[in-house]
């Protein structure tokens, strides 16, 4: 069954992600005059093996119209493509549901996944209270890992001080997600994370005046391909759910 999980998905997409531990990811700027509009454009996203050798890009399939006056909700197709071939690594589906949202009964945030025809899985909201909580499922929809932000008071807030101080310090601007075991039933800060998806500053300028965003991924130790793939995709997901379209008070 273990050896089944690893050839999922496109050969491209195994080509790469074998015994890859991180990955970065990187928004493309807006051209100037968008961003002086307020326009949200098609979301393109660089990608980049251990953060420095350029393996794929991707470009958002939206809607205009639901781009900009939907944002946080809005429906789009990407698919990741090896930059040298154009082959496809990943290909992500998100649907229109309800903005993420604590104490919701249905209509959950979620993003689908497939590479080479086959399905990956999805990410989905959870029912949540405080802190936001997502659940990673495989193809057969069994859970695989539970994603949050770091958090302290027994679960009950955010702890902005996980990477370090938030001021000015080493921490500062960076917004961790921490990926869990699915069975991991802790939600305070102590609990030991497998790995993390961060969204990490870029230079002064580029974060007063756009809202292009940088993550970096950490990869659990025993994740398969197919599990790498859908973190990778899941920091493209938290993007639009929560770094979209801030200047306009939105998140």
């Known amino acids: 069954m273990d050896a089944q999980k690893m050839v999922r998905g496109s050969e491209t997409m195994n080509k790469h992600l074998t015994d890859m531990k991180k990955i970065s990811v990187r928004q493309t700027r807006k051209g100037w005059f968008l961003e002086l509009l307020g326009c949200e454009v098609k979301s393109e996203f660089k990608y980049f093996s251990e953060g420095t050798d350029q393996i794929a890009t991707s470009l958002e399939d939206s809607n205009c119209l639901l781009r900009n006056f939907c944002l946080g909700c809005y429906p789009y197709t990407v698919e990741v493509k090896e930059i040298e071939t154009e082959e496809e690594i990943l290909s992500m589906e998100r649907p229109c549901s ?72 080493r921490g500062c601007c960076k917004v961790p997600f921490l990926v869990f075991p699915s069975s991991q039933e802790e939600t305070d800060g102590d609990a030991p994370s497998v790995g993390k998806i961060l969204k990490v500053p870029k230079s002064i300028l580029t974060e007063m005046f756009t809202d292009a965003e940088a993550f970096d991924i950490s990869f659990p130790e025993d994740a398969t391909n197919s599990q790498k793939a859908m973190l990778t995709g899941t920091a493209i997901f938290l993007n639009s759910i929560f770094f979209e379209g801030q200047d306009k008070g939105q998140s």
């Open 98 to 169: 309800l903005p993420v949202g604590g104490c919701k009964c249905c209509s959950y945030q979620s993003l689908n996944f497939t590479s080479g025809g086959q399905a990956l899985g999805k990410v989905e909201e959870q029912c949540w209270y405080c802190v936001p909580v997502f659940k990673i499922f495989n193809e057969n929809d069994d859970p695989i890992y539970k994603i949050h932000q770091p958090t302290c008071c027994g679960g009950g807030c955010v702890n902005c001080c996980y990477e370090g101080n938030p001021f000015c310090g």
